[in-house]
């Protein structure tokens, strides 16, 4: 199954910076491993703009559609970071444009035997070609926000009902 990217447009005009977005950071890490006692208090603040967004003026919001990629983490619905301006490198995972749509896969190798790979063991890899018209990197991808928590089927039904646009949220299709 191929992963398709939903475009939700750009962040911004190109010359306006973002603002701070300031959220409360625990003053203690929380353990992965064994549970450590923390502190009840927030000790700093974090930009998540300025954390998640270094470069707002090549920057981009992209939805992931499918699961070609969940071996690498990035599942179906999953928001994107994705940076056009940092040059993509073997191992990174990057936004192609293929045969005239957006395609989410993990650059393998060096030139000139690179190629796209997607995780899920079953859509084929894609060679790079030298100056193939249908095939361009377009971004690579900085981030990806994955949902751990799932809303009841309830509340999914009450969502789907008060549905917005995406204008309302001022994303410009």
Do not use: C
């Not at 000790?43 to 071996?71: K, Q, Y």
């Amino acid at each position: 199954m191929a992963s398709d990217l939903i475009w939700l447009g750009p962040l911004q005009p190109a010359h306006h910076d973002l603002e701070p977005l300031l959220l409360p950071l625990a003053g203690e890490t929380v353990a992965a491993g064994f549970p450590s006692p923390a502190d009840d208090y927030i000790e700093a603040t974090i930009d998540l703009n300025g954390a998640l967004i270094p470069r707002p003026s090549s920057t981009f919001l992209m939805r992931v559609d499918g699961d070609a990629m969940r071996g690498e983490g990035i599942h179906h619905g999953d928001l994107l970071v994705v940076d056009r301006s940092v040059g993509p490198r073997s191992g990174s995972i990057v936004v192609a444009v293929h045969e005239g749509r957006f395609l989410l896969r993990r650059l393998e190798g060096t030139p000139p035997h690179r190629r796209l790979v997607a995780s899920d063991a079953t859509s084929p890899a894609i060679a790079l070609q030298g100056d193939d018209p249908d095939l361009l990197i377009w971004g690579v991808v900085i981030h990806a926000v994955h949902h751990l928590w799932k809303p009841s089927p309830q509340a999914r039904v009450r969502a789907s009902a008060i549905k917005r646009s995406p204008e309302a949220f001022g994303i410009k299709p």
